[in-house]
């Protein structure tokens, strides 16, 4: 495991961002064809990001090892490292451990991401993904949340800086165009217009919204769909963000405490906990691992201008990006597909992001010459791992998506071994790809 920052732009000649990242290297190094996964973290808006940590996902969710509550650590038998290299990425500039100026909207974020690959790439030859040697190298973008709208944008700078060096003269080690095979995202956010409105819509169908607070939150659901159709469909609205308020409203009615907005199962302990997003309970622990001194490092996160006072999310980045005009990343998703193979899920206990949203931004997608999903991908199979059902999944072309049952905001807490089938499945291994490969068992 590595850890260091790559600088990812310069002002006035000085190195301005400086990008932290963790590489886990792959643990079955006898495969002939070496993968990639980049994992990014998001943060659900104004509850706790944009600018949270991908360490989270790495001690949280997929690493090779989780953290305790007591910042103790635990072999993780389901991580992403087993059939490929897992890239974890604190970004933008000024997100955990990474440092500088703090990006102002989607463009600029992945432009900054596209020079950082290229200084890591630098650093790391032989992971660079492309058809320039004997063996294929692919890269996949991973995330959740926030991440939803990262990644596409992240796509999108990748598939036009190959198309200006498919246009150049001579390829060289620098030019080639990079391979991305596959984008996985998992409980994002990614339509502002079907997302904002879900808040409504699952909180009634889950019986979390009536009467009053009801009515409430339509009337801001009005006034929000105004602001969205003037601005024509931006990452987020300020008019919209309150929507949800009036669920935490109505959880706590009659001293309650608040539901989580992250897993509808569990209540808040207290209101420290700042009603409904203190989650996952393992979250203490992270701060203490990466706040140890030995630890910062050891992965040299102090390193270049890097901090040791790690933070899950970062204020600073999401008023940053509070006011980012640009569009929602479902805009981007047509012409991705076309290229690219995308897949989506979703935990059906999950709030903030949750799968009501992203159903409805597929039925109304319009791509490869239809709406939503065609005849082939319009049957919803239930799938399971290891004898239990793990949820129900749809495909059709380069769209893949997983509904998936009983999980939370951050679904490789809940189904681990269902998360690593599905990595498995985008990476096209054989091996263990028993949810959705040739023993994939459908009840």
Request: include cysteine; charge should be negative.
């Amino acid at each position: 495991m590595i850890g260091a920052h790559i600088v990812a732009n310069e002002k006035d000649g000085k190195p301005d961002k400086r990008i932290f990242f963790w590489l886990v290297e792959k643990e079955r190094q006898a495969l002939s064809v070496d993968k990639t996964i980049i994992w990014l973290n998001g943060g659900a808006h104004s509850r706790i990001g944009p600018g949270c940590s991908s360490l989270e996902g790495m001690l949280l969710e997929n690493g090779p090892f989780l953290v305790e509550s007591n910042g103790s650590l635990t072999k993780n038998p389901f991580g992403w490292h087993k059939h490929a290299n897992v890239l974890y990425v604190d970004q933008p500039a000024g997100t955990g451990f990474s440092t500088g100026s703090k990006a102002q909207n989607q463009k600029e974020i992945a432009d900054d991401f596209v020079l950082f690959l290229k200084g890591f790439f630098d650093v790391f030859p032989q992971l660079q993904p492309s058809h320039l040697y004997a063996l294929a190298l692919a890269m996949y973008l991973a995330g959740e949340s926030y991440a939803g709208t990262y990644i596409p944008y992240i796509a999108t700078a990748i598939l036009e800086r190959n198309q200006r060096t498919n246009a150049a003269v001579t390829a060289t080690a620098a030019t080639v165009p990079w391979r991305l095979d596959g984008l996985l995202i998992g409980n994002g956010w990614m339509d502002s217009v079907a997302q904002y409105r879900s808040y409504i819509d699952f909180a009634v169908q889950r019986g979390l919204l009536s009467g009053s607070f009801l009515s409430a939150a339509e009337l801001k659901w009005d006034s929000c769909k105004r602001d969205l159709a003037a601005l024509g469909n931006p990452v987020r609205a300020d008019s919209c963000e309150s929507i949800s308020d009036q669920v935490m409203s109505q959880s706590r009615d009659g001293g309650k405490m608040c539901i989580n907005a992250y897993d509808i199962r569990l209540r808040d302990h207290g209101p420290e906990d700042n009603c409904g997003s203190a989650w996952p309970p393992t979250l203490p622990g992270t701060y203490k691992f990466l706040r140890t001194p030995a630890v910062v490092d050891f992965i040299h996160a102090k390193g270049s201008g890097g901090s040791s006072a790690w933070v899950e999310c970062a204020p600073d980045v999401y008023s940053a990006l509070q006011y980012d005009a640009s569009a929602s990343a479902v805009t981007l998703l047509p012409a991705l597909l076309k290229h690219v193979r995308v897949y989506l899920y979703s935990g059906d206990q999950d709030y903030i992001c949750n799968h009501l949203g992203t159903e409805m931004m597929v039925d109304r997608l319009e791509w490869n010459g239809h709406v939503g999903w065609p005849a082939a991908g319009m049957d919803a199979r239930k799938v399971a791992v290891q004898g239990r059902v793990f949820g129900q999944r749809q495909q059709a072309d380069n769209l893949t998506y997983v509904r998936v049952f009983n999980a939370s905001h951050m679904v490789p807490i809940n189904e681990p071994a269902g998360m690593l089938a599905l990595v498995h499945d985008l990476l096209r291994v054989e091996e263990l790809a028993d949810m959705f490969g040739k023993r994939s068992a459908v009840v």
